[in-house]
């Protein structure tokens, strides 16, 4: 499998950082600039290559765990603990700045 490169923008990220996204309810972006900012680092740098894969397979290319998993070789079940273990990691980094700042 060929590894992709994917950047983040204001398009994309919202689909990974914010579980019921709407344009209409965000209101201050200077904070969501600098979480978009820190959670795409922590993207990068704090998840497993198999969890960034999943993660952005699903949530950016929208593809259903159970097609992920096949083209992975993987089962779907292990799809979907990649993909909530990430989430779990970027919630608790977010969760932290959240409540520093």
């Known amino acids: 499998m ?3 490169i994917i950047h983040f923008n204001d398009k994309n990220a919202n689909k990974i950082f914010f579980r019921d996204y709407s ?17 795409s680092k922590a993207i990068s740098s704090e998840l497993t290559q198999m969890q960034r894969i999943c993660l952005v397979e699903h ?8 097609q992920i ?6 089962n779907a ?3 979907s603990r990649h993909i909530s273990s990430a989430r779990k990691k970027l919630q608790n980094i977010a969760s932290y ?3 520093t700042a």
């Open 77 to 79: 079940s292990t799809v």
């Open 97 to 99: 700045y959240l409540n």
């Open 2 to 4: 060929k590894t992709q």
């Open 23 to 39: 344009p209409e309810k965000i209101d201050n972006s200077d904070k969501i600039k600098v979480m978009r900012n820190i959670l």
């Open 69 to 74: 998993a096949e083209e992975l070789g993987l």
């Open 59 to 66: 949530y950016i290319n929208r593809k259903k765990q159970k």
